[in-house]
């Protein structure tokens, strides 16, 4: 399951990195979502909408790779997981979280930004990380310098990536995917514009296939 989830990424590309307030909205992102040509969700664990959101996606859109992000606790990657929830994530990697989601067998994709951190996830048998947040941390530069050593540990960028460097990141074969937020902003979502975001969708998911074509 893990090795399958990893392969959708790759394919799809562009993660869409969703904030939910309210679940009503969910329906009608996952059609822009899917519409627009990237079928995936990391709907994050932020708000009190995002459990109820995770399922209404995931019933709604079976084909869709609808996740959780922003999973800090063991309870959390539960009740995501019993949303319907595909694949956690994590902003950082605490062991006990990425142990217990592992153990149930949930694909999980802790948050690393240092060499430690990335040796920690590769012990338990991870070779597929979040590196967070991406930009702060040293881009593109730092990822091909930290993946020289750990060469069989690809990554998933967040934080930072639009769609003006984002080409660059996908060209780099160690990045599976990247997390995105510019094309399911909060403020788009919050006013129902999703006509937008389906366009803005659309284009990210060109740039994808202009990269890997």
């Known amino acids: 399951m893990y090795d399958e989830i990893k392969a959708r990424f790759q394919e799809i590309g562009i993660i869409p990195v969703v904030v939910l307030e309210d679940a009503k909205d969910a329906l009608a992102l996952g059609k822009a979502l899917m519409k627009g040509g990237l079928p995936a969700a990391e709907v994050t664990f932020r708000t009190d909408a995002a459990e109820e959101s995770i399922r ?84 593109l530069s730092m990822i091909k310098a930290v993946a020289a050593p750990y060469t069989k540990l690809t990554f998933m960028p967040t934080g930072g990536i639009n769609k003006d460097n984002v080409k660059d990141y996908l060209k780099y074969n160690r990045i599976v995917a990247c997390g995105g937020t510019w094309m399911v902003k909060s403020d788009m979502i919050a006013s129902g514009d999703f006509e937008k975001i389906e366009t803005l969708t659309h284009e990210a998911a060109d740039i994808v296939k202009e990269i890997r074509a």
Do not use: S, W
Request: charged content about 20%; some cysteine; proline content about 10%.
């Open 56 to 139: 209404i996606m995931a019933k709604e859109f079976p084909d869709m790779l609808v996740g959780a992000g922003t999973v800090l606790t063991c309870e959390q990657a539960d009740r995501a997981m019993a949303a319907g929830a595909k694949f956690i994530v994590a902003p950082g990697f605490n062991p006990k979280v990425v142990n217990y989601c592992i153990e149930k067998g949930y694909p999980v994709c802790p948050g690393v930004q240092t060499p430690g951190e990335m040796e920690q996830a590769m012990e338990l048998g991870l070779d597929f990380v979040k590196f967070f947040p991406a930009e702060p941390a040293g881009g």
